[in-house]
């Protein structure tokens, strides 16, 4: 299997090249798309319009028209998650919404495009600082320069890939779907974020005579089940993982049951990768081909081909200290956090909740607990202010629901305290003080849960 750059269209290499027997209906097999792209191209071949939606979960639907948009000299816009208020935004954007599957056209079609390098790809969407959504072009020389150094990294002959991530992000996009269609790998997603639907994925690429890559998150990753036989299972020739550091045990552990290495990769949709690690081995990021580094006190500076303007320098948000050739993280700089890999930004998640009628202000907090999840402490207006478990639960669940439909489940805050007036100190800020006792209960079952007020200690909520 060799690697052909997205801008040389490697989909069009012959079918009996990157069609493997043996494996069951679900995968992909890149060369054998193109009755299936076909069908996209004489969809949009009545329609006008440079930047299309695509939101299409299972990756043979996503690759098919997204190959098809690019064919007829058109732009994939992806969004970040299939929110209701997401979805609703972006259509205001965009010249239109692809559909769950095209209709029978009997439109005569020109000569397949081939891609220019210079040419946006795609448009990704990611959370800035303010949680504000920022769109993000990458042109096709971005994405074959990234894929140029995956293939040199982690080549994938006789490597069939089972995604666990989503592929409207940039490292799932990335390393589920187009490092293997660059190469004519064979690869499958969508319903494989699940353990024994991994486990049966393993065994359908063991039965074809290939060798298993899993692309993972460290949600999935921390969550593996020690009950599933995994030995009966062939050994991956890799694991990847990325939207968030893997704690150092999860990494063992996942090493230990699959018997494959683990490869985190750092970094953004900003940036593409940044750099790469194998916790086993050494805590330290190492930077990826092409990725120059430079330190200025505790930020990261970097160039890359990947980025928009590659000759110039990016200044990283997180912190880092440098180590060797390479890095550690020190954390973000910034109020966005990652939670199961997922970046939200905790300016957004306080405006969303002032936007409520019943509050007053709101400050959303990362309590650095090992389930990852939020705290959110609120004010309310006097009649809505709950003094009660059943109007304080019933407040609660509104406000969970308003959030719902602007981020995803696993982004919403899990603990909520009721206050009188926020726990600030003289400047404005936050008192972590005062924050580590609202939630003391949460590591001290004796402790009471509290709402509080500026003008004295906390008082347990009755």
Not at 123 to 144: E, H, N
Not at 150 to 163: E, G, K, N, Q, R
Not at 373 to 378: F, K, P, T
Not at 422 to 445: E, H, S, T, W
Request: glycine share 8%; charged share 20%; aromatic share 6%.
């Amino acid at each position: 299997m060799t690697f052909i750059a997205l801008s040389q269209a490697p989909w069009r290499r012959p079918v009996h090249d990157a069609s493997l027997p043996g494996l069951p209906p679900g995968w992909v097999m890149p060369g054998a798309l193109s009755e299936r792209i076909l069908a996209w191209r004489a969809w949009l071949a009545g329609r006008t319009g440079d930047r299309w939606l695509l939101c299409q979960r299972r990756p043979d639907a996503f690759c098919a028209a997204l190959i098809a948009l690019w064919e007829s000299g058109r732009v994939a816009v992806l969004p970040a998650d299939d929110r209701p208020e997401t979805l609703a935004r972006l259509t205001t954007e965009v010249d239109g919404v692809l559909p769950d599957a095209p209709e029978a056209s009997a439109a005569t079609l020109p000569p397949p495009l081939t891609p220019s390098p210079a040419a946006t790809a795609v448009v990704l969407y990611t959370s800035g600082s303010t949680g504000d959504p920022v769109r993000l072009g990458k042109r096709f020389d971005q994405l074959d320069a990234e894929l140029a150094a995956h293939a040199m990294l982690w080549p994938l002959a006789d490597s069939a890939v089972i995604s666990q991530v989503s592929h409207q992000h940039i490292y799932g996009l990335l390393a589920g779907v187009l490092h293997p269609l660059s190469t004519g790998a064979p690869f499958c997603g969508d319903d494989c974020r699940y353990p024994e639907v991994l486990a049966s994925r393993l065994a359908e690429v063991g039965r074809a005579g290939l060798t298993p890559v899993v692309v993972s998150s460290p949600a999935q990753l921390s969550r593996m089940p020690d009950h599933l036989p995994w030995t009966d299972y062939p050994a991956p020739r890799r694991v990847f993982s990325s939207g968030a550091p893997l704690a150092s045990q999860h990494a063992r552990h996942a090493e230990h049951l699959l018997r494959a290495p683990v490869i985190e990769i750092y970094g953004s949709t900003e940036t593409g990768g940044i750099a790469q690690r194998r916790q086993a081995r050494d805590s330290t990021w190492q930077p990826l081909p092409g990725v120059g580094l430079s330190f200025d006190s505790e930020r990261l500076l970097l160039r890359s081909a990947f980025l928009e303007t590659p000759d110039a320098w990016w200044q990283q948000p997180d912190r880092v200290s440098p180590r060797g050739d390479g890095f550690e993280l020190l954390g973000r700089a910034d109020r966005v956090v990652k939670i199961a890999g997922k970046r939200v930004s905790l300016a957004y998640v306080e405006r969303t909740l002032a936007e409520a009628p019943e509050i007053i202000d709101a400050r959303c907090i990362d309590l650095g607990r090992g389930d990852g999840r939020l705290g959110a402490v609120i004010t309310a207006h006097g009649d809505a202010m709950p003094h009660e478990h059943a109007t304080r639960h019933g407040l609660i669940q509104g406000l969970r629901s308003r959030l719902a439909t602007h981020l995803e489940q696993v982004a919403i805050p899990r603990y909520w305290r009721c206050v009188d007036a926020l726990p600030c100190n003289a400047q404005g800020k936050l008192d972590r003080g005062l924050i580590k006792r609202l939630f003391a209960d949460l590591d001290d079952a004796r402790a009471p849960r509290c709402w509080a007020s500026i003008a004295g200690p906390p008082r347990p909520a009755p």
